[in-house]
Each structure stands twice: as C-alpha cells, then as structure tokens.
C-alpha cells in the first residue's frame, strides 16, 4: 500500500434541502518522500481534498490511509493524536501567533509533545537558521516580511520530522522571488528528511517543483502526470560544489605564474 492511500472518497455538503457535491470519488495514491502537487482553479475541490487528507475534516465516505492508518475511521481524540505525531500545515496565511517571537512559534509543534522549553527552543533556533533566519530568532511576526513569516511557518512544519506535510498555497501572498525561494527550500526540507509534501495550488508554475500534479476539476481527478522537479538541491550542490572546485583551480594556477 502506498504511503498516502485515498479510496472512493467523498464530500456531500447539505445547504438546506439541496446536496452540494465538493469532491466525486476520488482515488489516489501518494508515496512516501513524494512531492504531490494538487493542482486546480478556485471552487475546484482541491483544498477540499487537502483538508480531508489532513484530517481536518471528516469525509462522507471513503477512506484515507496514511502510513496504514486509516484517518476517516478515527476518534477526534485519536486523530487530533495523530496529526501530533504525523503531520505538519504550511498555511497562506501564514497562522503565526503574534505576541510570540519566532523561536516559541516554530516550537508550538514540540511544546504539544510536551518536550522541555530548552530542548524545544535549541530545536527551534536550529531549524530557524536552516531556513535562514538565524538573525531572527527573536523578531515578532510584525516584525518579518511575508517572506520570512512564511519561512518561519515551513520551520514550524518541519520542526517535529512529521512524515507527511500539508501546504495550502503556500505561496499566494508572496512575490515571484519569494516565492521561488520559499518553492526550494520546501523542496529541499522534504528531500532532506524523506518527507511526504501534498500542497495544493491554482498556479501551474508552482506545480512545476512537484514530482507528480494531480488535475481536479468539480471535485474530480481528471488527471494525474508524472513530472520532474523544476528544483533539484542535489544538482544545485554538485553545482556549487563544481563552482568552488574550479575556483580553487584558478587560484592555484595564478600563484603558479
């Protein structure tokens, strides 16, 4: 079974005596250490299906298997316990809270797991200066930029080693170059730690840092492609590495002459 397994489901929304049909038996499967892109306009389904996949909202039928847990047949007890120990959220919006500086915002997620204040804040600084914000540890949300608010809240995901996480357009309130730069280090946090990443987006280009984009349309798949990764922290390392390489090369040979 693949690590993300959605069987015949369905989301039937009641608005007085009419049914409102946001998602039409849907199947998919997602691996693990996956990039998903979920990929559709506005009214589509598509942050539907992410809510559903995150647990955040209980379907009308079908099934969602994450890790061979089958979320849709949970608890609230039991699922709130299960996104505690399994699963991050990158919002649009950011979600920080805002009388807290950076370090105690990406440590929420240890704080729940009942980890000591020391410890959560030694995992917090590091993640922060994985991220590039070393410099930053302190600042309030009204502090940062949206990009480096946005950057606190991929930390914040990623601080716990979930196995899976959710992004819902994590992009839509940044500019090109943010969002470029916030698209890789996404990219390269999954990579890093075999991490499951389902993010849904209406942008193609954003799809496009995804290893496959699944089409939804009126609440249905119409397609799924296989896609390669516009980003690759692997090549962009051999490149920088090659690039120092030849430097030290031209260096040499000018002490020589």
């Known amino acids: 079974m693949a690590f993300i397994n959605v069987k015949n489901l369905r989301k039937v929304y009641r608005i007085g005596n009419e049914k409102v049909y946001a998602l039409r038996k849907i199947d998919l499967d997602i691996e693990q250490g996956e990039i998903c892109c979920i990929l559709g306009t506005s009214g589509s ?45 990158i919002f649009q919006s950011y979600n920080l809270i805002s009388q807290f500086n950076a370090i105690e915002n990406v440590g929420m997620p240890l704080m729940f797991k009942g980890m000591p204040r020391s410890k959560r804040d030694k995992l917090s600084a590091k993640m922060l ?55 890789r280090l996404m990219v390269r946090m999954c990579r890093k730690y075999n991490i499951t990443l389902v993010l849904v987006t209406h942008d193609l280009e954003i799809a496009e840092y995804a290893d496959r984009i699944v089409h939804i349309i009126d609440g249905e798949i119409t397609s799924i492609e296989n896609n390669v990764s516009i980003y690759s922290p692997d090549a962009e390392e051999k490149e920088q590495q090659q690039s120092q390489n030849n430097n030290i090369q031209e260096n040499r040979e000018d002490s020589e002459q």
């Open 129 to 183: 200066k994985l991220v590039g914000l070393g410099e930053r540890l302190k600042h309030r949300p009204n502090q940062m930029s949206g990009g480096q608010q946005q950057r606190v809240g991929i930390a914040r995901a990623f601080v716990a080693k979930p196995k899976v996480v959710f992004a819902d357009e994590p992009t839509g309130n940044l500019d090109t170059k943010t969002t470029d730069d916030v698209m």
């Open 45 to 89: 389904g598509k942050s539907t299906l992410l809510n559903m996949l995150a647990g955040l909202e209980k379907p009308t039928r079908g099934d969602i298997f994450i890790n061979g847990v089958n979320i849709a047949k949970l608890s609230e007890r039991k699922l709130a316990k299960f996104r505690q120990e399994n699963t991050g959220f």
